[in-house]
């Protein structure tokens, strides 16, 4: 064969070509082809076969000098032993220039084996780009001249060099690993699709992206006509370093370089992807005035009215033109309400347009099943006007018929084929005349052609035609292949053509990728014309990610809400709304969330009446029964949209006891969701059936009494935060109905100038439907209310303000008689209480604070000296109104006199309760709320200062006990500065009481603070109190200090413990041995008692236990021995463990700590020790600080 005669599809060779191929190669071979060096005979290869397989076990290629056999017949070594020699770099470029890669290839693979690498076959297998262009056409011959760099049509995809699969080219005819590299090449193709595609997109971003810098100097030039883009910037910078370099500004092209480091001036494809490189800087401006633009004269026009012009009333037309824009917005309303019933009208006659094309459908199906009739009914219809197409078969374009007719007869076929699309034409035309909504665009039968053939000038008979056309290998018998050899040419055939496809392409697209399908199953669903098939699409759009993530839920669910807008509600409700009911109960939560998710998001589409029904019903058994937090988080989301939908008042209830529901659940996520979202949407549909203050609001109220009755026994915390978060949820839109329904209301317009509102005048809301401004409308229409809101509290009062006077008389008295009646010791509902007031007047502003809530708190306490003795006084100063009034009120506004007024008020609560006697856990609770914010501690000591220098020792020893509270908040600079002084001067008291009254703060002191300078002065506090002579007979300071020992002794530093507490624990329980006054005696023995129980837990070394320890306890023993003998069970128990641990030190010290009370010897000591602590009398408290603090 001659070397020009090349495969004209160039592709690889078929299975009947391949096997001649093998047969043939054993005779064409010489006896001697595995000799070195032999020279090709003349039955070498054709040029256009494939080459040799690869590392092929069976047959071995003839080499010459190294050359396979293939390379050397392209390049036209033969003929019978001539010496010629070919530059292996001439076989190389020969061979990539006719397209010869795999031999190409193979030779590149051979010459790496012995060493002997060519740079040009090198380059070009190390090139990616050589492998990336394809074509869909391959070329007719090898005159086309396709160089190294063109496209490579051998095979749908070509494996570089690196990623060759050399079993792939094996003899052995395993079609296994044949289709696995045909799966690896399909593989390839579709990333190298998606590469192209992601820098196609990254291109036009990079086209797109405009700086913000550079858009601020465009809207400030307005003579600049279009910033520059990234894309363009970095091209113009490539352009002129190019420029530089060529013309030898080279320190200007390095200082160029470096001012724009963040590109790469050496290679074009780092200006942008798929972008052409364009002609350099010198030939672009020689191109300049080639293609000079027109330029269109152009001048500027104003227009100005000057008011003078105007009419005398044109001013005072504003209300007839507002009369006027009422009357054409009712024309408007009217216009809009006859197009709706002209839409469904439209709706209606398609739908019978639809039945007809069906019905006509059906009776073409009987004629055409007549074999006979198929040829007369097509030729008719060309004398006839064009009747009402079918929906299915008439609008395809049938490539069956053609090979049907063309084995009938050679003189028939094109008669056939030009009836056959005239018959189309014909169909197209009707479609678009009865369908004039159509988006395709179908041409007139005068205006196209009809399709022919060229008939062949051959004179075979039609049987033999037939036969030859078989070898096309056409299937049209299976499903795939019917609708292959169908092609739609109308939008209606194409939704019927989608409708059954997608069922059987979805299961077979990766799981990963299915929601690109999203799209098209929509389409399909919305325009199919069979109910069946877009119920099944429906279906299979809910199913069809098995655990759809947030991104798939999110795409799903904007799916559905373009399908719901497209088709009407009534639709959604018949076709979408099945679908979530089908997947409420499923067994993956991801599915459960998408259901709950898409009641929410299609609730604005839906019939009002399915919103309050079906809808409500699913999303509150979902709510009830679901086990899933994040369904439930995603129930009460959409409970929150229907809310904002929802207009039948008798669901009320329902929605109360839904919100209530979601407040109680166990989840922080539910609940958080609840305030966020439920609760504001309900509390607007509450403000427009103007039940919020008359319903919603007392409703909470009542519950929170009916806790408080309940109490008696133990409050519920957990319900009174439920109820108490729910109030402060509502405060926003509360103070918004205090707005909308006020006297100024009327006069709120936005006219002039408004006072923007201060970053600090709200309260942060917890999500956007909780900020006053959206609840109201804008923050600019805010503004005015405000301003006005403002005005009249100041001057105006009042008077015909409903609202508020509901909140002043109702509200705030029943909340201020609430928080005086339940205990002060429940520190979560006295915090609970404090968020509450300090948000409701933060929310309400200053001017209401100081003029509405302020006065009733003070008017109910009554902080006064006379009124001391008044036990009514005393019982609310005793409550938690005193916190609450503390922290919630006055904390509220941060200026100099809202600070002196907090002072003065815990001064006077100080000093009232310090003269009358009264506990003061009200006074505690105060500094325990107001300690936990950094801000007032200096407050606090201002106040505590006052007492310290008080002339009453009542009201200086409540000072030295509130600095205990003060202790564990206050950095160790204010501990050093202001705490200790004052603790000093205090131990200094000429009253002993208040000497007594500091030791708990040392204790504290020693607890926490870390400074030894600070430890070592209480440490020498402490021991003037133990040491001096004046103290010794003091029992209460003794109780005192013993208490604080064993409060503060675990916890100190060892230090502290080793050389102070044990020691003096020692001395006061030897002291207490010689007590004569018996009740004296045991108060100390009870109280060293719990000291050495509660350090018995720490780390005790040898030294202390020998001289301190086991000597103190001893001497307790003796007391307990005499006073308490069930007591002394216990202290020999701890005594023996003790000298146990003594002798055995080893494993005491590799035990780190000595615990005694915890294990006793022997089973017999622990019975013993169990029954007799089931014989003490003494108090619970005692015995539950026995084994307290273990650490």
Known sequence: ?????????????????AEQRRDGVDTE?????????HILGPFSPPAYSEPAPLLSSNRTSPNVDGIPASAAAVAGIGGGGAETRVSLDAIAAQLLRDQYILTALELHTELLEAGRELPRLRDYFSNPGNFERQSGTPPASKEQGVGPGGPLNRAGSISTLDSLDFARYSD??????????????FELRKAKETIQALRANLTRAAECEIPSQERKNYKS???????????EKRALNFLVNEYLLKNEYKLTSITFSDENDDQDFELWDDVGLNIPKPPDLLQLYRNCGNSLSLHRETVDVAVNVDPNDLPGDYFTQEPVLQTEAVQQQEVVQELEYQISILNSEKQSLAEQIKKLQSDIQALQRKVSSEPTSTVKLIQSKEDTPCGNPPLDNGQYLDIRGVTEMDSSSDANTTETSTTTTAATDCTESTTTATQPYSKLKSQSPQGKTSVQFDKPNRKLSPAFHQALLSFCRMSADSRLGSEVSRIADSEQSVMLMLGRCLPHIVPNVLLAKREELIPLIL?????????????????????LIKRPDDEQRQMILTGCVAFAQHVGPTRVEAELLPQCWEQINHKYPERRLLVAEACGALAPYLPKEIRSSLVLSMLQQMLAEDKADMVREAVVKSLGIIMGYIDDPDKYSQGFELMLLSLGDPSERVVSATHQVFIPAFAAWCTELGNLQSQLIPSLLTRIEKLLKQGEYGLDEHKLHMYLSALQSLIPSLFAVLLQNAPFTSRAKLQGDVPPIE??????????LQDVAIIVGSREQLAVLLQLHDHQLQHEGTTGWDSLLWVVNQFLPQLIDIIGRFNVASSTCVHEFCRFFWRFCRTFGKIFTNTKVKPQFQEILRLSEENVDASAGNGILTKATVPIYATGVLTCYNQDEDRKLLVGFLEDVMTTLSLSHAPLDSLKASFVELGANPVYHE?????????????????RCTAARMFELLVKGVNETLVAQRVVPALITLSSDPEISVRISTIPAFGTIMETVTQKELLERVKMQLASFLEDPQYQDQHSLHMEIIKTFGRVGPNAEPRFRDEFVLPHLHKLALCNNQQTVESKRIDIATQLFEAYSALSCCFISEELMVNHFLPGLRCLRTDMEQLSPEHEVILSSMIKECEIKVENKGIGEAQGSISIAASLVGEDAKTKFLSKMGQLTTSGAMLANVFQRKK
């Open 221 to 231: 030039s307005p003579e600049i006509q279009e910033p520059i883009r990234p894309l």
């Open 1 to 17: 064969m001659a070397a020009g005669n090349v495969n004209p599809f160039n592709v690889s060779d078929s299975e009947e070509e």
């Open 939 to 955: 407050l606090l000591l201002t106040v505590l200062w006052y007492g310290v220098v008080h002339t009453s020792a009542l009201v």
């Open 523 to 543: 389409c399909t669903a919305c325009l199919h014309p069979e109910p069946k098939e877009r119920d099944q699409l429906l279906h299979i759009l809910f199913n």
């Open 29 to 37: 071979r010489s006896p001697s082809d595995g000799a070195q060096g």
């Open 759 to 768: 970053v600090t005048r709200f309260p942060r809301p917890a999500s956007p």
């Open 172 to 185: 052995d005819g395993n079609r296994e690993s044949d289709e696995r590299v045909a799966v690896l090449e």
